[in-house]
């Protein structure tokens, strides 16, 4: 089920998007380990069961301040429910799905020299989430990453520098096993060019 709108304000200088939703699952794929003599240890079959529920809202907007100056936000909430005794405890949370979600950023426009450039920042930010409801791995942090990015265009070549992970955030982001998992990349700091034929 989903109701939602899209909104064009102030003169078409804000555009909103809002939507809530909800999900019924029925028959859900499992992988279901040690079956069977044929099917022993850690091999695993896929089959359908259990019944899950997720419910949420969705934002995203942008805004241009300045014919020059854009900012964006998105965000998410969902709330999950195991409802059958089959895919983990009953009435806990599905594997995978943090409760909040966000990005917020900020780009602006100009000119230097005679050339087109750009400055742009980036902030996400990612929630908690168990990473299986049948086995007990480590459950994934939260945790934010800043990006940035500045690029010019010079006739035909695009020139840019940036930081991914500004900060150097470290994170759990998924458990793969009982003591450790996949963790946060390291800042990146790199660049980029481009020659456009």
Not at 32 to 39: G, L, Y
Not at 104 to 129: K, N, P
Not at 143 to 152: C, E, F, Q, S, V
């Amino acid at each position: 089920y989903e109701l939602g709108g899209k909104f064009n304000l102030i003169d078409k200088r804000l555009t909103l998007n809002v939507t809530l939703y909800r999900i019924d699952w029925e028959n859900i794929p499992v992988n279901v380990f040690d079956t069977s003599d044929v099917c022993p240890g850690n091999l695993a079959v896929i089959d359908n069961f259990g019944e899950a529920r997720s419910e949420g809202v969705e934002l995203e907007t942008r805004y241009f301040a300045t014919p020059n100056l854009q900012l964006s936000l998105s965000a998410s909430y969902m709330d999950t429910e195991i409802l059958t005794d089959n895919l983990g405890p009953q009435g806990g949370r599905l594997p995978l799905a943090p409760r909040f979600n966000g990005i917020v950023g900020m780009q602006y426009d100009f000119e230097w020299q005679g050339h087109t450039a750009f400055l742009r920042s980036d902030y996400s930010y990612i929630g908690d989430f168990i990473s299986d409801a049948l086995f007990p791995l480590p459950d994934a942090e939260a945790h934010g990453k800043w990006n940035i990015r500045a690029g010019i265009a010079i006739n035909q070549w695009t020139l840019e520098v940036y930081a991914n992970n500004l900060t150097n955030e470290d994170a759990l982001t998924i458990g793969q096993d009982v003591t450790a998992g996949r963790r946060v990349i390291p800042r990146i700091i790199g660049f980029e060019a481009g020659y456009q034929f």
